[in-house]
Structures are given as structure tokens and as C-alpha cells.
């Protein structure tokens, strides 16, 4: 066989190669189309607690919770909030600080709601903190 015959073969099989590497990648890419919608974001990010105080009556710790709803729509929101000495966790996994739940129903969009979350009865010589643990957003309807 020739040299000439020898090239055309190798340049065949080099092709035959490449397309069965990169078909199957370019028929993925097709087949996906257009990217879809972003995933919504978490609900932590629409709640802050804007305030924290000690009931002089009770002794008992009340958490201000701001909550701004979003532009998808009307929606309920339960918030878990935490009460605690300081802003920085326990590293202990036993101790684990109060919490409270706070639902905020019918939260329009752009709207902002608040509520207040009681907690436990505070020691008299030190300052709480009180921080959003979490929250969950369900839509209306």
C-alpha cells in the first residue's frame, strides 16, 4: 500500500474518532436549550431582626423581625429565630440556644411586615443576641 493510501485512512479514522467523542456533547448541548429559570433565592435573605430588647415586666427577650416580601408573589413566612449571649455559636454541638417562631402570613410583594418573637427569660447581668436561624417562604395560592 501507498503512503498516499495509508494518510486517507488515518485521516478517516481520526474523524470517524471525533465524531463519536463530540456528537453525543453536541447533541447535549442542543437538547438542553435555553438556560431556565434562576432558582429562587432563600428565604433568610427576605427576614433581618432589627430589634432586640429585654421585656422589663417578664424578663423575657423580644426579637423585632423585619420581613420583605418578594416580587414573585404573595406568600407566608415562618421565621426561627435564635436567642443568645453573644453573636458568635457555641462550638459545643450540646449547647444549643432558645429559639422562637414567628409566622408572618399574607406578605405582599415588595411589602415589608413585622413581627415580634418572644423568648425566654434572660439572666439579669448579661445582653442578648437575638439572629435569624432560618425562615421558609410559601407561596399564596
Known amino acids: 500500500m501507498s503512503a498516499l493510501k495509508w494518510q486517507g ?9 471525533g465524531l463519536l467523542v463530540f456528537a453525543p456533547l453536541g447533541l ?13 433565592r432563600p428565604a433568610v435573605e427576605d427576614v433581618r431582626v432589627t430589634g432586640c430588647r ?22 407566608a413566612y415562618v421565621v426561627t429565630v435564635e436567642f443568645r449571649e453573644t ?7 450540646a449547647a444549643r440556644p432558645a429559639q422562637a417562631l414567628v409566622k408572618l402570613p399574607g406578605v405582599a410583594p415588595s411589602a415589608t411586615e413585622h413581627a415580634e418573637a418572644l423568648g425566654p427569660r434572660w439572666p439579669p447581668a448579661t445582653t442578648p443576641w437575638c439572629g435569624v436561624a432560618g425562615a421558609d417562604f410559601t407561596p399564596s395560592g
Open 9 to 17: 485512512w488515518a485521516v478517516g479514522l481520526t474523524v470517524v474518532a
Open 28 to 40: 447535549y448541548v442542543w437538547a438542553s436549550g435555553e438556560p431556565g429559570a434562576a432558582p429562587p
Open 54 to 75: 429585654i421585656d422589663p415586666g417578664s424578663r423575657r427577650v423580644v426579637a423585632t423581625v423585619e420581613v420583605t416580601g418578594r416580587p414573585e408573589g404573595t406568600g
Open 87 to 93: 453573636a458568635d455559636p457555641d462550638p459545643d454541638p
